[in-house]
């Protein structure tokens, strides 16, 4: 996949196909098993059978791996909308599971927190994000020396409470600020974060005097393409089913929906909003407009 002129992008299983931000929007869209199964078959393995691990096969078709992993593509992508819309509250990042509380009151005003924990109950997502962490201390330099987050401004925490028990495994990011930082370079600072955690497995290599970037695994593939598409792109979220998608390239109208199934699903509301006006009852309107009653509710609820 061409990411950009002269710069390739290659993750490191010959033979598949390169990821692109349509396979980003693929994993984001994928919110059941059965959908993460999906995905699997067409894009596994997710993480690294590269240079710095070999996973077994039974750890590679773990789905809860894919699951954990996917929940902070979601969450990355659910920020920066909330970034570029500016709608940065403290309420609007709780509920996309951001929590913010004050630190303490220094002489200069208040010190706060944003943090996120992830419950980690798989192990290759474990592995994958612990390797991230020791990639960059191996190099013997700060880890945010070379990802530019400033450590008073992001602290990324592997967390081990259980005698290397999976269940009590989790993965945190921690942003406190002081209150003249400002909530929204806060959130930026946080996503920095997320993202470069990412980026650990990348090495850039010169291939016919081309510029080559080469990932160690296709989830830091995925996660290179959504910084890449800051270049053409923006995050948006669906007006149907509300997940988050990166859309990029718009000419003209902006992109409203996830996929075209929630395209069509907007079509059936927008007749089981006009069944309703001309006096039909929503139960009946929903039966006539072929969509469920509760998915028109939802609909009418996040976009009146
Ligand atoms: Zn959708």
């Not at 393995?45 to 902070?72: C, K, M, N, T």
């Not at 609007?92 to 005003?109: A, D, F, K, R």
């Not at 600072?189 to 990932?215: C, V």
Request: glycine content about 4%; aromatic content about 10%.
């Amino acid at each position: 996949m061409i990411i950009e002129p002269q710069t390739k992008l290659r993750n490191s299983r010959s033979g598949y196909p390169d990821p692109s931000i349509a396979t980003v929007n693929e994993l984001i869209r994928a919110d059941s098993l059965a959908k993460i199964e999906e995905f699997k078959d067409k894009w596994a393995p997710l993480f690294s059978l590269g240079y710095w691990q070999h996973l077994d096969s039974r750890v590679i078709s773990d789905l809860q791996a894919y699951v954990e992993a996917r929940w902070l593509l979601c969450l990355a992508a659910k920020l920066r909308e909330l970034i570029q819309e500016k709608r940065c509250t403290i309420e609007n990042l709780q509920s996309i599971s951001i929590n913010h509380h004050q630190i303490e009151e220094v002489e200069s005003g208040e010190m706060c927190e944003l943090y996120v924990m992830l419950q980690l109950s798989s192990e290759p997502f474990y592995q994958y994000l612990n390797y991230c962490q020791d990639s960059y201390s191996g190099l013997g330099i700060e880890r945010f020396d070379l990802t530019g987050v400033h450590p008073d401004t992001a602290i990324m925490r592997l967390m081990d409470k259980g005698q290397q028990s999976e269940a009590e495994r989790w993965f945190s990011v921690d942003v406190p600020y002081h209150v003249s930082f400002g909530l929204e370079n806060a959130c930026v600072a946080f996503l920095d974060a997320l993202i470069s955690i990412h980026l650990a497995d990348f090495r850039i290599a010169s291939a016919n005097n081309t510029e080559l970037k080469a990932a160690g695994s296709l989830l830091s593939a995925l996660w290179l393409c959504f910084l890449d598409s800051y270049k053409t792109g923006r995050a948006g979220c669906c007006i149907v089913c509300q997940k988050p998608y990166i859309a990029i390239g718009e000419r003209g109208k902006s992109r409203l929906y996830c996929s075209d199934s929630c395209s069509k699903m907007h079509q059936r509301y927008k007749v089981f909003e006009k069944l309703v006006f001309s006096g039909e009852d929503a139960d009946t309107a929903a039966k006539n407009a072929r969509i469920k009653l509760s998915t028109a509710l939802s609909i009418k609820e996040h976009t009146s």
